[in-house]
T-cell receptor, first 114, second 111 residues
């Protein structure tokens, strides 16, 4: 049981380049989300999805696109990378437990934009 | 908007109790969570508490919730060096499922 798998683990981009961070889960969870982690700022929600075909914006969605064509996959696209997007990105899938939204996180993807 | 605040750093001696504090602003939060992040890893759920509860205990962990003051704390009894990590509190809305995280508290445990 792999849980939540993120690829790549590390990536260096030049300003203006595009890329996709992949996220896959094998727990059949409906709810998935993307966070970015920056020093002193904790985790901030970028986008989330409550099920296949449905996505919504979080706190910091600008510069990022998502899609959810299957239950398993929730890729995060950077259309034109900027140095401000240098961060560690975490994907999470979650299930409901007596009303609580219990997140399972991937190991993270460290992105550097030069 | 919603906001969650934590102190950034806590240092304790091995065997002592650790208390990590958190304040939040959203009075409609239905659940509050504690996550642990070890170096180079993702976050792992430690425990959560329903907003109608005052306390929850799980082995060495005790969560206290003061809903009136919007204050949450995590007490770790008999703290061990393996407890050294970053601890995040988060508030969640029942409607959307979104979690808002604090900045994280780095717990340093000295032998």
């Amino acid at each position: 049981n792999a849980g939540v798998t993120q690829t790549p683990k590390f990536q260096v981009l030049k300003t203006g380049q595009s890329m996709t961070l992949q996220c896959a889960q094998d727990m059949n969870h409906e709810y998935m989300s993307w966070y970015r982690q920056d020093p002193g700022m904790g985790l901030r929600l970028i986008h989330y999805s409550v099920g296949a075909g449905i996505t919504d914006q979080g706190e910091v969605p600008n510069g990022y696109n998502v899609s959810r064509s299957t239950t398993e996959d929730f890729p995060l696209r950077l259309l034109s990378a900027a140095p401000s997007q240098t961060s560690v990105y975490f994907c999470a899938s979650s299930h409901w437990e007596a009303g609580a939204n219990v997140l399972t996180f991937g190991a993270g993807s460290r992105l550097t934009v030069l | 908007g919603e906001d969650v605040e934590q102190s950034l750093f806590l240092s304790v001696r091995e065997g002592d109790s650790s208390v990590i504090n958190c304040t939040y602003t959203d009075s409609s939060s239905t659940y509050l969570y504690w996550y642990k992040q070890e170096p180079g890893a993702g976050l792992q759920l430690l425990t959560y508490i329903f907003s109608n509860m005052d306390m929850k205990q799980d082995q060495r962990l005790t969560v206290l919730l003061n809903k009136k003051d919007k204050h949450l704390s995590l007490r770790i009894a008999d703290t061990q060096t393996g407890d050294s990590a970053i601890y995040f509190c988060a508030e969640g809305s029942g409607n959307t499922g979104k979690l808002i995280f604090g900045q994280g508290t780095t717990l340093q445990v000295k032998p």
